[in-house]
């Protein structure tokens, strides 16, 4: 995780998970202290994103808005723009042409996007992945705890 305090940009790379989501919070801590109204949040480089970590999204977004911030995320994957798209957020925090171009999947079709799918959800045979457990069953692929 990088944050330029100069420019109010934040960018992650890597694993956004319940071992890593803890930066997250500690950049938008740091972000705070500046005067910055908008902050860039470039999540292209991450490569993989759990339950822990779009909630330390959500986090970050909802601290923003208590101070008066906006949030725009950048280079989302489509299986984490389906993911806001879900929640309901896509619109508040997602580049606008961004979310016209994935906010309704066809039903049934999981998202698409190459390998950043694949680290989402399903196997290599494009099967999808059996849930860890029954809590886990409910939430959608993108989100489901990343297990090693």
Do not use: F, K, N
């Not at 319940?18 to 470039?42: C, F, I, K």
């Not at 911030?69 to 993911?83: K, Q």
């Not at 998202?111 to 029954?134: I, K, L, M």
Request: glycine residues 10%; aromatic residues 2%.
């Amino acid at each position: 995780m990088r944050v330029d305090l100069d420019t109010g940009r934040l960018t992650m790379t890597g694993r956004l998970y319940v071992r890593t989501s803890h930066l997250l919070y500690d950049a938008v801590s740091a972000l705070l202290g500046e005067q910055h109204p908008s902050w860039v949040v470039d999540v292209g480089g991450l490569t993989d994103i759990d339950h822990a970590g779009v909630r330390g999204l959500l986090i970050a977004y909802r601290r923003g808005l208590r101070h008066g911030r906006r949030i725009t995320l950048h280079g989302a994957s489509p299986a984490l723009t389906h993911v806001l798209v879900l929640l309901r957020l896509d619109r508040h925090v997602l580049q606008a042409e961004r979310t016209l171009m994935t906010a309704e999947p066809e039903r049934g079709s999981p998202p698409t996007g190459g390998p950043a799918a694949d680290r989402c959800g399903r196997t290599e045979s494009g099967g999808p992945q059996a849930p860890s457990s029954e809590a886990d069953a409910h939430m959608p692929p993108a989100v489901r705890p990343i297990t090693d």
